[in-house]
């Protein structure tokens, strides 16, 4: 299988990889910043908490708890929708460029399979944003909460699998270089 990266010629991808980490790292810090006011008792993770409160009661309970925070909770959303055009893409393209420079055929082809799934995470956020600017909105919903926190964690999940893959595939061929 071929990464989606490689119609990007070899030492572009680097300088595209550089790029992505800076403008990530930069988007991940003002969402961080940003969100400190929604750190609250009922949202001890701020946003995340409310992504995977997974229920309408707990949805209620930290949307309540954000009364004069609402406005911040809608500018949270709409940053994450400018950032979740970045971080599936760089995600996808580390996972490509290392499944691309092994000799490992199982390794290429789980690294290539990633590189694609890991794409997902950007779809997979926008309906979680949806959802989550709809209960801000409208009220907190059992069906919102359910949606939300079904995508956050399938997002998560995937994230989770190509982090584990870019960080072992590099410390493998990190090793392999130096045998």
């Known amino acids: 299988m071929v990464p989606p990266s490689s119609w990007v010629p070899y030492p572009y991808r680097w300088y595209t990889l550089t790029a992505l980490v800076l403008v990530t790292a930069v988007l ?36 309540n708890s954000w009364k004069n925070s609402l406005g911040i909770a809608r500018w949270q959303l709409k940053w994450d929708n400018v ?14 460029m290392l499944a ?3 000799h490992n055929t ?6 290539s399979t990633l590189s694609w799934v890991v794409l997902l995470t950007g779809l997979f956020d926008a309906v979680e944003n949806y959802a989550l600017l709809d209960m801000i909105e409208h009220g907190a919903s059992e069906t919102m909460a359910k949606t939300a926190g ?6 998560f999940v995937l994230l989770f699998l ?7 595939e590099a410390a493998l061929q ?5 045998s």
Do not use: H, N
């Not at 969402?31 to 400190?36: A, K």
């Not at 199982?106 to 690294?111: D, S």
């Not at 079904?150 to 997002?155: D, I, P, S, V």
């Open 162 to 168: 190509a982090l584990v893959y870019i960080l072992t």
């Open 174 to 178: 990190g090793f392999e270089q130096r």
């Open 106 to 111: 199982v390794r290429a082809t789980i690294g």
């Open 150 to 155: 079904g995508f956050a964690g399938a997002k």
């Open 100 to 102: 691309d420079s092994t």
């Open 83 to 96: 950032f979740l055009l970045f971080y599936p893409l760089l995600f996808s393209l580390a996972c490509g």
């Open 28 to 63: 991940a810090l003002r969402l961080r910043s940003q969100g400190q006011p929604l750190v609250t008792a009922a949202s001890p993770s701020g946003m995340i908490s409310f992504q995977l409160s997974w229920t309408k009661a707990k949805a209620e309970a930290i949307l």
